[in-house]
């Protein structure tokens, strides 16, 4: 008996075994063709690397790229790298470094009275192909047209990114070029034009390929609006713009980088063939494909016109909508994103993003926009989320609404801690009590009021009128002083605590408490 058992368990982890050794092999096959497919790309690019002279001169393939790479030619950037390891460009220049004439970085090199900058001619192209220099293009002319439209792309999800916005210039039949970066950590789509024109129709068309590459891939950043060059409609008081780096510098195509490739992120075969046969969009198709481009302005991020602000906008239609949708009620509201098609998701997150005033008013100053975001986005997708602001309740129930979506709620949001002993003292005034009347009705609300309103003490009212732990955020210690005077003069029964302004003094949780948080 003991020897048909001993049998039975020989068998046993001889299954098991078996069934290892099966999958090991399944896995050592899998390495194998992905090695074979690492290994075909490798010899191409070894193909790549050698010198096409039979289709191209040296002489024709600096004329075809400068042909396509146009920007201003009486400058151009070098890229630098020193000893720690910090890198960067500057404008390119024959008084560089000299003793006596410049006097980086005190002066700066546009306001340099020994400035020199070097042209950016046949010679220079020829050193950036070749290895010897990095070049940077300042593609904004300096009467505000251009020749060439790129967009960047370096998040960690930029291939998907950059293949939705391919998708949608082949949707448009806007000719395009993709080039994977110097890094190899993202990559540029390049638009060419036959002639120059007006940067803002230039970035007109960028900003309706993003509208519409969202709509496939909603997991692209709103920054990604900021990475358009040229970079500004207007060339800026006493600047030069944004620059580009250009692409095929040798040294980085020998690491498989700064190459152009096709749909699926592979690289041509022939770069000079590739770009030889390169389309470029002249004006008047340029303008009809900004007319279909442009989209309803629901789903637009472009800037709405001063008088055109609250008007209705008629909603669109959305296919492939779920029947219900569960929003979840916590720090934020959360949408799990499961079934929700892509344009309802883009849809959604533009009701959390806005246009920054701050970055136009620059603009139109002339001033230099670098650092400053055209839109501000508090939308974010996390594990299969989509988070909004809790403010935006109303107006995401409305767009679910005009899809015909069943809205069900789950509440996950914090009770808080009961304040029974708190009192108002004083007296509210007649507009101050139908503010906290009409406040306190509402989950979520903004209390807008003129000086001298007393929006302060209107607050305190709706705290001691709900009679709940309230967290205050101010963003200044004179705010943060202001606060904490006004409840020790109107409330009574509360143990105000402090974190922020140096101080780290919350109350504790048996205690009643308003908490004062400051930046």
Request: glycine share 6%.
């Amino acid at each position: 008996m003991s020897d048909l058992k001993s049998l039975n368990s020989e068998c046993n982890n001889a299954d098991d075994e078996l069934r290892d050794i099966e999958i090991r092999l399944m896995q050592l096959e899998e390495e194998k063709l992905q090695l074979l497919h690492r290994q075909r790309t490798l010899k191409e690019l070894k193909t790549q690397s050698k010198p096409s002279g039979n289709l191209f001169s040296t002489d024709q393939k600096v004329r075809l790229f400068q042909s396509l790479f146009k920007g201003r030619t009486d400058i151009f950037a070098n890229r630098w790298q020193n000893t720690q390891g910090r890198s960067g460009y500057s404008v390119a220049c024959h008084s560089e470094w000299l003793p006596g004439k410049c006097n980086k970085p005190k002066v700066k090199c546009s306001e340099c009275t020994y400035r020199q900058y070097k042209a950016l001619d046949q010679q220079v192209i020829y050193d950036h192909l070749s290895g010897k220099q990095v070049v940077g293009l300042y593609p904004l002319l300096e009467d505000n047209t251009c020749y060439l439209l790129a967009a960047d792309f370096d998040k960690t999800d930029w291939q998907a990114a950059v293949q939705a916005m391919a998708q949608v210039c082949h949707e448009y039949h806007v000719p395009y070029a993709l080039e994977i970066s110097r890094s190899g950590n993202g990559a540029h789509l390049w638009i060419f034009f036959s002639e120059a024109v007006p940067a803002k129709d230039a970035r007109a068309l960028g900003f309706g390929l993003l509208d519409k590459a969202m709509e496939i891939y909603p997991g692209i950043s709103f920054e990604s609006y900021d990475r358009l060059f040229p970079n500004q409609d207007l060339m800026p008081e006493g600047g030069f713009g944004n620059l580009i780096a250009l692409p095929l510098q040798y040294q980085a195509r020998k690491t498989g980088n700064s190459l152009f490739v096709d749909e699926q992120l592979t690289p041509y075969a022939d770069q000079w063939a590739f770009l030889s046969q390169l389309e470029r969009i002249s004006g008047a198709p340029l303008q009809k494909t900004l007319e279909s481009i442009r989209p309803n302005e629901m789903d637009s991020m472009g800037e709405v016109k001063p008088w055109e602000q609250g008007t209705a906008i008629i909603p669109t239609s959305i296919e492939n909508c779920p029947t219900r949708v569960t929003i979840t009620l916590a720090n934020h509201l959360y949408i799990k994103l499961g079934t929700l098609p892509s344009k309802l998701i883009a849809r959604l997150k533009r009701l959390a993003s806005f246009a920054n005033p701050v970055f136009f008013k620059t603009q139109a100053l002339r001033f230099s926009t670098h650092g400053i975001p055209r839109y501000i986005s508090c939308a974010r997708i996390e594990q299969d989320y989509l988070l909004l602001p809790r403010g935006c309740l109303d107006e995401v129930i409305v767009v679910l609404e005009q899809q015909a979506i069943k809205i069900a709620f789950d509440d996950k949001r914090q009770k808080g801690n009961a304040l029974k002993a708190l009192k108002f003292i004083g007296t509210l005034r007649k507009e101050q009590t139908k503010a906290v009347s009409i406040i306190t009705q509402n989950d979520t609300g903004v209390l807008h009021a003129p000086t001298a309103f007393g929006k302060t003490v209107t607050a305190i009212g709706v705290i001691a009128k709900r009679k709940v732990s309230t967290l205050i955020l101010t963003h200044s210690r004179q705010l943060l002083d202001q606060w904490q005077e006004r409840l020790a003069v109107f409330l009574e029964g509360v143990d105000v605590g402090i974190i922020g302004g140096g101080k780290n003094k919350p109350t504790g949780h048996n205690a009643a408490t308003s908490r004062l948080l400051t930046d």
